[in-house]
């Protein structure tokens, strides 16, 4: 066979080495327009592929200028810094009010705390405190996981939320609430390392008083983040969004689910209360009950937990399936918790069932996405939630105490089981919906 000169391999359409396409045939430039005004009839068609007079295609190639474009993502992040900004500013004017009050019963203790340590405290961080006096030294741990004091500056960003941030869809959404999350969450790392600072007092009941701050920046961050995720995502997100990003739109589905079943035990909560309130006594936490809108709104998360058969701690008591069925709890309280446990079961069960009509078509495989979505949101509840006092606290004696308080359940324990258990659940309500 001759071989070709390489004048004539241009008059080739394809390669005679690899079979590729020899010829710019200009391909990624030719796209088809379609005409509202037939060529040939001249009728005016306001869509279709042909004309409705003469049915003339209506079909037209154009050739398209190519055009060197590096695809960015346009994030604005003005609203972003001036939601997180602005949040962090108000959180601060709070803390000074909060000071004031906090003046009238600790005295002259208030001179070791200032308004940055009640930021870092209404965003449920970790605190270190070392003391020491003349007398003696010690450290504490705590971690003060109210949910009502968590609700300030999630109020606080939400309202920042509706002022500056504006979503066009759901991408837009999605940035907006990991940028404020970040944002957020890094500014409260910025506050704890200038408030891990060392004070002293030397008057105070004649001892000379040293106290160390430190933070758990990690943990600051993370409770940032999801603060600040979750106000941008809640307020941000529309009717309109939905299908636009499916993991986005399950999420919003475990979200709400949790709220349900969150707002429907704090209700049956509430109304136990109001009738006999004698299961807090069960529980070990009727001491709190006079302020009945905090207990309840802390217990009902505990409850949660546990009503994903989690186990958890409530004051001296660690609830199990196993305290259930061979514990000291009495009668009455035992069926609470199992009606609890059923309802959780239900609204599981309606959540798969209501999956599989959402997202019937979908390749992804919901149950599991869920699940996970589900998993998370729970395990960090736990985290919010969780009570946790230990170290020597007597430091103004001769001796120190060795001592600790847990309230919650474990973050790792609270993620696998809850996957696992929302996992089986989801996916019998899901299965149902096929014997329709």
């Given amino acids: 066979m001759k071989k070709l000169e390489n004048k004539d391999k241009i008059y080739l359409n394809y390669s005679t080495e690899d079979g590729k396409n020899a010829q710019d045939i200009l391909r990624n430039r030719i796209t088809l327009v379609e005409k509202s005004i037939c060529d040939y009839?001249?009728?005016e068609?306001?869509?279709?592929?042909y004309c409705k007079s003469c049915g003339a295609s209506l079909n037209e190639a154009k050739l398209v200028e190519k055009k060197i474009s590096i695809k960015v993502s346009k994030v604005d992040i003005k609203p972003i810094l001036l939601t997180s900004v602005a949040s962090i500013v108000?959180?601060?004017?709070?803390?000074?009010g909060l000071k004031l009050l906090m003046s009238f019963n600790l005295g002259e203790l208030i001179n070791f705390i200032n308004s940055l340590h009640i930021i870092l405290g209404i965003n449920l961080g970790t605190i270190n405190l070392n003391?020491?006096?003349m007398m003696n030294s010690g450290s504490v741990i705590m971690h003060l996981g109210v949910l009502?004091?968590?609700?300030?500056?999630?109020?606080?960003?939400?309202?920042y939320n509706?002022?500056?941030?504006?979503?066009?869809n759901a991408q837009d959404l999605l940035y907006n609430s990991v940028g404020v999350g970040a944002t957020y969450g890094l500014m409260l790392v910025i506050i704890s390392i200038f408030s891990s600072t060392s004070s002293s007092i030397s008057q105070m009941m004649n001892y000379g008083i040293s106290v160390a701050y430190r933070y758990k920046i990690l943990e600051l961050f993370s409770n940032g983040f999801i603060l600040g995720f979750i106000s941008t995502y809640l307020i941000g997100y529309k009717k309109k969004y939905f299908g636009q990003n499916i993991y986005l739109d399950i999420?919003?589905?475990a979200i709400n689910s949790i709220l349900i079943l969150y707002v429907v035990i704090f209700i049956i909560l509430l109304g136990l209360s109001i009738v006999d309130n004698s299961y807090l006594y069960e529980l070990g936490v009727y001491n709190y009950s006079r302020n009945?809108?905090?207990?309840?709104?802390q217990l009902a998360s505990y409850i949660l937990t546990f009503a994903n058969i989690i186990p958890t701690t409530i004051g001296s008591n660690k609830l199990s399936i196993l305290t259930i069925i061979n514990g000291d709890l009495l009668f009455d309280t035992k069926l609470i918790l199992i009606a609890i446990i059923l309802l959780a079961l239900l609204v599981l069960i309606l959540t798969g069932y209501n999956l599989k009509k959402k997202f019937k078509n979908s390749s992804v495989n919901i149950v599991l996405i869920f699940s996970i979505c589900y998993s998370i949101i729970i395990a960090i509840l736990s985290s919010f939630s969780a009570i946790y006092i230990g170290g020597n606290i007597s430091l103004l004696k001769m001796s120190n105490y060795s001592g600790n308080t847990f309230m919650g359940s474990g973050i790792f324990t609270t993620l696998i089981i809850s996957f696992i258990y929302s996992y089986i659940i989801v996916k019998i309500g899901y299965t149902l919906s096929d014997f329709e």
Avoid: E, H, Q
Wanted: charged share 15%; aromatic share 6%.
């Fill in 292 to 297: 009945n809108a905090f207990i309840l709104s």
């Fill in 90 to 96: 108000t959180l601060f004017l709070i803390s000074l």
């Fill in 41 to 43: 009839c001249k009728t």
């Fill in 251 to 253: 999420l919003k589905k």
């Fill in 45 to 49: 068609n306001n869509k279709g592929l």
């Fill in 148 to 159: 009502v004091i968590a609700l300030i500056p999630l109020l606080v960003l939400s309202l």
């Fill in 162 to 168: 509706v002022i500056f941030i504006k979503n066009k």
């Fill in 131 to 133: 003391l020491s006096t």
